[in-house]
């Protein structure tokens, strides 16, 4: 079965950190891109982030620049995202996808979500 499962979500106050973890069972993440999605309550679903197949190149939501990293180790079959100055308006559920390239719309694989909650 091919799937997409995140982990690393939780509570955390404002100005933490967390690591997002988006883990590849079934199929090798080498041959794709990476996205990070996220969605609150009520909002549609943002894209945050991605990366190519090779890691060389990422891009990201100018509402998370120079605070949120993605990476990946092929090795591991593992994309990341480290989240960093965490703020109220993150809070979301985010999500993994698996994508030929970052600059398609259109994600092959998706994971379940991860809940991500900043709060005092």
């Known amino acids: 079965q091919l799937q997409l499962v995140e982990s690393g979500g939780g509570l955390v106050q404002p100005g933490g950190s967390l690591r997002l973890s988006c883990a590849a069972s079934?199929?090798?993440?080498?041959?794709?891109?990476i996205g990070w999605f996220r969605q609150a309550p009520g909002k549609e679903r943002e894209g945050v982030s991605c990366?190519?197949?090779?890691?060389?190149?990422?891009n990201y939501a100018d509402s998370v620049k120079g605070r949120f990293t993605i990476s990946r180790d092929n090795a591991k079959n593992t994309v990341y995202l480290q989240m960093n100055s965490l703020k109220p308006e993150d809070t979301a559920v985010y999500y993994c996808a698996a994508s030929g390239s970052c600059s398609r719309s259109e994600y092959d694989y998706w994971g379940q979500g991860t809940q991500v909650t900043v709060s005092s």
């Open positions: 079934g199929f090798t993440l080498n041959y794709y891109a």
């Open positions: 990366i190519n197949r090779s890691g060389g190149s990422t």
